[in-house]
């Protein structure tokens, strides 16, 4: 299963922008998807989850700011940043995590995009 990520880019600080992940490959189904992000120098960390039924998960640092959101039917997920900060300067990547036809059989799965930039500065 592969994840194509889109919609980094440089932002204003206060700034917004939505980044899609969509995944691809034998799924059938797709358990959590998720969107992390390693800024320089530290360690890659949870942004935001949601599950297929929509629950979600926020990082304290984002809660308020940033929304996520799926569509089940295109194995797409988005994440919604607003308010945008200097200290949201990270590489953003996805997270995918379900079950995969095989040739025979079914397997599940973990997938990584390929990290998107995001840049917030004046």
């Known amino acids: 299963v592969q994840l194509q990520a889109c919609g980094g880019g440089l932002v204003q600080p206060g700034g917004s922008l939505r980044l899609s992940c969509a995944a691809s490959?034998?799924?059938?189904?797709?358990?959590?998807m998720g969107w992390y992000r390693q800024a320089p120098g530290k360690q890659r960390e949870v942004v935001a989850s949601?599950?297929?039924?929509?629950?979600?998960n926020f990082a304290d640092a984002v809660k308020g700011r940033f929304t996520i959101s799926r569509d089940n039917a295109k194995n797409t997920v988005y994440l919604q940043m607003n308010s945008l900060k200097p200290e949201d300067t990270a590489v953003y990547y996805c997270?995918?995590?379900?079950?995969?036809?095989?040739?025979?059989?079914?397997?599940?799965?973990?997938?990584w995009g390929q990290g998107t930039q995001l840049t917030v500065s004046s």
């Open positions: 997270n995918a995590g379900g079950t995969m036809f095989t040739d025979w059989d079914t397997s599940s799965f973990e997938s």
């Open positions: 490959g034998s799924i059938l189904s797709i358990s959590t």
């Open positions: 949601i599950g297929r039924g929509g629950n979600t």
